[in-house]
């Protein structure tokens, strides 16, 4: 007898390939228009559903949990970040959670060196001299930047991400320090020859670079405070492509204003998708809008990654990419 297929609802357009798939397998309920769910649209899907398909830009609160009743089984996130899921509001009505982790580290660390690389080396200031036809011919002291090579980079959050970033910046012939709950492994230290700092504070005061890729969780609101800020050298970068919430902006903009940094490359903001105005101004900042990861092979990967975990689910199996509850 054919089983009948679990109810799902994917919250935002994904690419073709996925979206059939998935109708394939599921009985599915696909953003066709891609607009952002209301409110009322994500309070009545988790009502109606088994398997919910969100991603970061839809809040999973308490208030649309307490609307799941006893049919929502999985929130099957698309995305890797789950700060936008009250993880304790789920686990307690019983709501398994996962993830897309992997696909989209190389992805984002490919776009963490892009703004690593664009900002000290002034590339959109560069390019629109171009393109206003305000190029006058070369002079030695025309468009100068900051080399990366020989300078420290500090990340913070040696997670998959940050690892992927360390390789890519030793090859840029940068010196590796990081912070992190907790130190890695030896083998992978040596890897990257990364000097580990268990005081945050410490590094920052030290580094050229400070790159972000720690998640957000109520811990990491803010860690890069006005204090800590304050801390890195005015002759200093600062790059995120993680969570725009780990950073203070406002004391971010202030501190850039005020020559105490160097320049920031930004992927993501506190209040996303408003991008605090005050930053247009500031010609030693790149703003990207949340694309770190943006490319069809990952948004594919990341797609397959959450039709397994749906059958995963659906067949009585852990899924693999289980952020809820937490694995062993
Ligand atoms: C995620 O999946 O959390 C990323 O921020 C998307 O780029």
Same mark, same amino acid.
């Given at each position: 007898?054919?089983?009948?297929?679990?109810?799902?609802v994917?919250?935002?357009?994904?690419?073709?390939?996925?979206?059939?798939?998935?109708?394939?397998l599921f009985?599915?309920?696909?953003n066709?228009d891609d607009?952002l769910?209301?409110?009322?649209?994500?309070?009545?899907?988790?009502?109606?559903?088994?398997?919910?398909?969100?991603?970061?830009?839809d809040?999973?609160?308490?208030?649309?949990?307490?609307?799941?009743?006893?049919?929502?089984k999985?929130?099957?996130?698309?995305?890797?970040?789950?700060?936008?899921?009250?993880?304790a509001?789920?686990?307690?009505?019983?709501?398994?959670?996962?993830?897309?982790?992997?696909?989209l580290?190389?992805?984002?660390?490919?776009?963490?060196?892009?703004?690593?690389?664009?900002?000290?080396?002034?590339l959109?200031?560069?390019?629109? &001299?171009?393109?206003?036809?305000?190029f006058?011919?070369?002079?030695?002291?025309?468009?100068?930047?900051?080399?990366?090579?020989?300078?420290?980079?500090g990340?913070?959050?040696?997670?998959?991400?940050?690892?992927?970033?360390?390789?890519?910046?030793?090859?840029?012939?940068?010196?590796?320090?990081?912070?992190?709950?907790r130190?890695?492994?030896?083998?992978?230290?040596?890897?990257?020859?990364?000097?580990y700092?268990e005081?945050?504070?410490?590094?920052?005061?030290r580094?050229?670079? &400070?790159?972000?890729?720690?998640?957000?969780?109520?811990?990491?609101?803010?860690l890069?405070?006005?204090r800590?800020?304050?801390?890195?050298?005015?002759?200093?970068?600062?790059?995120?492509?993680?969570?725009?919430?780990?950073?203070?902006?406002?004391?971010?903009?202030?501190?850039?204003?005020?020559?105490?940094?160097?320049?920031?490359?930004?992927?993501?903001f506190?209040?996303?998708?408003?991008?605090?105005?005050?930053?247009?101004?500031?010609?030693?900042?790149?703003?990207l809008?949340?694309?770190?990861?943006?490319? &069809?092979?990952?948004?594919i990967?990341?797609?397959?990654?959450?039709?397994?975990?749906?059958?995963?689910f659906?067949?009585?199996?852990?899924?693999?990419d289980?952020?809820?509850?937490?694995?062993?």
């Open positions: 007898m054919a089983r009948t297929k679990p109810k799902v994917v919250t935002r357009k994904l690419p073709d390939v996925v979206e059939t798939r998935m109708m394939e009985d599915v309920h696909m066709v607009h769910f209301s409110r009322e649209e994500l309070k009545r899907a988790v009502a109606e559903c088994d398997v919910l398909v969100p991603n970061l830009t809040l999973i609160d308490k208030s649309v949990l307490e609307n799941s009743g006893t049919r929502l999985l929130i099957a996130n698309f995305g890797n970040g789950v700060d936008h899921i009250d993880l509001v789920a686990q307690a009505h019983n709501i398994t959670v996962t993830n897309t982790p992997d696909v580290t190389e992805d984002t660390a490919d776009m963490t060196m892009a703004l690593m690389v664009a900002v000290p080396r002034r959109i200031e560069g390019a629109q &001299i171009i393109r206003k036809g305000e006058k011919g070369w002079s030695p002291t025309h468009m100068l930047g900051h080399r990366l090579h020989g300078k420290r980079l990340i913070i959050g040696m997670g998959r991400i940050g690892a992927a970033v360390a390789r890519r910046a030793r090859g840029f012939g940068m010196a590796i320090h990081y912070h992190n709950r130190r890695l492994h030896p083998e992978l230290e040596a890897e990257v020859e990364a000097t700092w005081s945050l504070d410490q590094m920052l005061a580094m050229d670079v &400070i790159s972000v890729h720690c998640p957000h969780t109520p811990a990491t609101f803010h890069l405070s006005e800590r800020l304050k801390l890195m050298k005015p002759t200093a970068y600062l790059v995120n492509l993680a969570r725009g919430e780990v950073v203070d902006e406002d004391a971010l903009i202030t501190l850039l204003k005020r020559g105490k940094l160097a320049g920031a490359g930004l992927d993501v506190e209040h996303e998708p408003a991008v605090n105005s005050e930053f247009m101004s500031l010609k030693n900042v790149i703003l809008p949340h694309m770190g990861s943006a490319t &069809i092979e990952g948004r990967s990341m797609g397959e990654k959450v039709i397994i975990n749906i059958r995963a659906s067949d009585g199996h852990q899924p693999p289980r952020v809820l509850p937490p694995q062993g």
